[in-house]
């Protein structure tokens, strides 16, 4: 089941309010700890936001008012405006993890579009929606709307989502006016043509999109006069009163808000009378403006009479300036308002299939993975049980930075190499917190003989000197190496100054390879838009054999499993099963068929090309009936030329993030960075080798 629902909508005055109000009634009939979240809320002058506070005092959902959101709209725009995308989404993800640890289901609501830039709006939504892995609800505005614009305005909208890496739940169409709901419904269905796509039409209703006469007040600052027991009257139209009382009376209506300055006695005398009059519309209230308040006289007047029938109230700007401001009021549900909240409520169930929804929401769970979710994900399942990783290269900045990070954030033990004055002084230039962590010089350590000793043992046959290994463990990559073999670490990432081949030929000297693992293999995590794939090998091995390619796929579908990938492994060719002949092709066949005898139970399928391995309907077409074809999770490439070509053309042309190399293969892990590494580059490595000894432990 998901546990979690994102609702947004495209437009301002969406009726979005009343939709959150009848999903969390209908969650609260199942759910007992269901949260509520906004991202983003507007800045309103310090106010609280109005969704949240209607639904924290609507429904007791034992939340603070500080838990439920992330960032106010300006610290969004301002975060974006520096470049700092990333940082705004972490920020978004922390915070509502917080909350969702909390809950079985969290509701959340998008942004209101009440400024500037809608399009900010829009693409904000649903990065925010991909990246907390929420099903969408899209609320569409039909308000005014023909059924052909509402057609072609909801079809947009849904394709638009659609290329957004979001999984839509389904779309409600609000304040819909038109004569037949269920035929919208069905032309609907039929122009997006996705069966599973929820569609509902919820019809216009005045008492929810119209302002009272409380609204007014509130909108703009207004004071109450009279009348304060009747605010909760309903306004449908604004009369700006400036004629003589003979021609103005014309123009009044049911529910109208008569705007007249605070000298017009007349007017206020006439509109109040017509409340007692059968023979004239129900008005809603009086706003006098220009701050004038009524002569002593009319105050007497008024004073003296029992129960007056309407609210008057009292504002401070002219005429003019009231007026062009209640022109762009619009009503809302206001805590509180037990009348609106019920005809809310009222209409969503009349209109909704609520057992449908919940029986949808039920089975769907969002499979979309974007790479923040990912990266979010690595650091999350690393601080589950803390590591201890030793950095060898201390003397790089980016690796001080990162350690900083890593600290901070609690997500292992670290021991840095390095010469401890020389740290701390870079530490302290760049202005980082290294407290927590161990630095260790290899010459001064109390490890360095013990080190020295156990290296002439595992290298004797080598005809190693003690002289020799002297030297050689006062390297740090060694030195660190021995510390992961000594079981004084838990793994070891070195290379954002040293090479591959110095970063991996301590660990095949010191570490070596686990039983049943004739080589050392590599795998690349790309993490697409919407989903994360295993790469390997693209950075170790130039021309595997049949045997090699095997155990290299049965270690890429082992490393795709501990990082919560389902593994369906796709051995890739030039051809598609029997269709090609030739060397390269036979050496992937007899692979794929080794690896099938070693793993009977892994879902693998070879010789396979990239297209009928990703594509679902290639697959389809070149090999039916496959499990794997057209799903496959990891691709094993025959050989190093291809995959690092290959791997490098999907991250530059998907804009994907590719992690790693990952090593696989060795008794304890060790990672390599690339020597043009960031700082985030280093903290997932660092996380993911965290990770791979959690697994060596059983943790995982």
């Not at 929606?129 to 929420?134: E, I, R």
């Not at 029986?359 to 601080?383: C, G, H």
């Not at 980016?398 to 401890?420: E, K, N, P, S, Y």
């Not at 094993?636 to 990952?662: C, E, H, M, S, W």
Request: charged share 20%.
């Amino acid at each position: 089941m998901a546990n979690n629902l994102y609702i947004t909508a495209t437009e301002s005055r969406s009726g979005k309010s009343a939709i959150i109000l009848g999903v969390m009634q209908m969650l609260l009939r199942d759910i007992r700890r269901v949260g509520f979240f906004r991202p983003i809320i507007n800045d309103d002058s310090g106010r609280k936001d109005h969704d949240i506070d209607l639904m924290l005092s609507q429904f007791y959902l034992g939340l603070q008012y500080e838990d439920t959101y992330a960032l106010t709209m300006s610290e969004a725009k301002e975060l974006v405006n520096a470049g700092q995308h990333s940082l705004l989404i972490e920020k978004i993800i922390n915070k509502y993890k917080e909350l969702e640890s909390r809950c079985e289901f969290v509701l959340l609501e998008g942004t209101d579009f009440e400024g500037s830039t809608p399009a900010f709006e829009f693409d904000i939504n649903a990065d925010i929606a991909a990246n907390l892995g929420c099903p969408l609800l899209i609320v569409a505005n039909a308000c005014q709307k023909s059924v052909q614009d509402i057609i072609s305005s909801t079809k947009l909208t849904v394709e638009s989502f659609g290329g957004k890496a979001v999984d839509i739940l389904g779309i409600i169409v609000n304040r819909a006016d038109v004569p037949d709901r269920n035929a919208l419904r069905m032309d609907l269905r039929k122009v997006l043509n996705q069966p599973d796509l929820l569609v509902y039409i919820i019809p216009e209703v005045a008492i929810l999109g119209k302002p009272t006469m409380a609204d007014v007040m509130k909108w703009v600052g207004a004071e109450v006069l009279y009348g304060r027991d009747g605010l909760a009257a309903q306004v449908n139209d604004i009369v700006v009163a400036a004629m003589q009382i003979e021609n103005f009376i014309n123009y009044i209506d049911q529910g109208s808000l008569i705007v007249t300055p605070g000298d017009r006695s007349d007017i206020v005398v006439s509109s109040l009378a017509t409340r007692q009059s059968s023979a004239y519309p129900d008005i809603a209230g009086i706003l006098l403006t220009g701050g004038i308040r009524p002569a002593r006289s009319l105050a007497r007047l008024i004073d003296g009479w029992t129960g007056v029938p309407v609210p008057v109230l009292l504002g401070k700007e002219a005429t003019f300036q009231m007026a062009r401001r209640l022109y762009s009021m619009y009503g809302k549900i206001e805590p509180g308002d037990q009348k609106k909240i019920a005809s809310a409520l009222g209409v969503f169930e009349e209109s909704v299939d609520t057992d449908e929804f919940r029986q949808r929401l039920n089975t769907r769970k969002s499979t979309k993975v974007t790479p923040q979710m990912f990266e979010y994900s690595l650091i999350e399942q690393a601080k589950k049980h803390r590591q201890h990783i030793v950095l060898p290269e201390g003397s790089d900045e980016r690796i001080l930075q990162a350690a900083d990070i890593l600290l901070r954030r609690g997500v292992v033990d670290l021991t840095i190499l390095g010469d401890a004055q020389q740290i701390s002084s870079m530490a302290s230039q760049l202005g980082l917190n290294l407290q927590g962590s161990t630095i260790v010089a290899p010459k001064s350590s109390k490890q360095y003989n013990d080190y020295v000793s156990t290296y002439v043992l595992l290298r004797q046959k080598k005809g190693v000197s003690k002289e020799a290994a002297q030297d050689i463990m006062l390297d740090p990559t060694y030195f660190g190496t021995m510390m992961v073999y000594k079981g004084q670490a838990d793994g070891m990432v070195s290379g954002a100054i040293n090479t591959t081949a110095h970063t991996i030929r301590p660990a095949f000297q010191i570490i070596k390879t686990r039983t049943g693992a004739s080589i050392v293999s590599s795998v690349f995590l790309m993490c697409l838009k919407d989903r994360v794939l295993v790469f390997g090998d693209c950075a170790v091995n130039p021309n595997p054999t049949a045997q090699q390619l095997a155990e290299i796929a049965l270690s890429s579908a082992e490393t795709a499993r501990i990082f919560g990938v389902d593994p369906r492994v796709a051995m890739l060719s030039y051809s598609t099963g029997d269709s090609g002949a030739g060397g390269d092709v036979d050496q992937v066949i007899e692979a794929t068929k080794i690896a099938r005898e070693m793993a009977p139970h892994l879902l693998l399928e070879g010789p396979l090309q990239y297209d009928a391995a990703i594509d679902p309907d290639v697959g389809a077409k070149k090999m039916p009936g496959s499990q794997v074809a057209g799903r496959a999770t990891v691709f094993i490439f025959p050989d190093l030329n291809t995959g690092n070509n290959t791997y490098k053309a999907v991250q530059r042309a998907a804009n994907a993030v590719a992690i790693g190399p990952i090593l696989q293969g060795l008794n304890k892990p060790v990672n390599d960075l690339s020597r043009g590494c960031t700082v985030a580059d280093i903290v997932n490595t660092v996380a993911i080798t965290a990770i791979q000894a959690q697994a060596d432990k059983g943790l995982v």
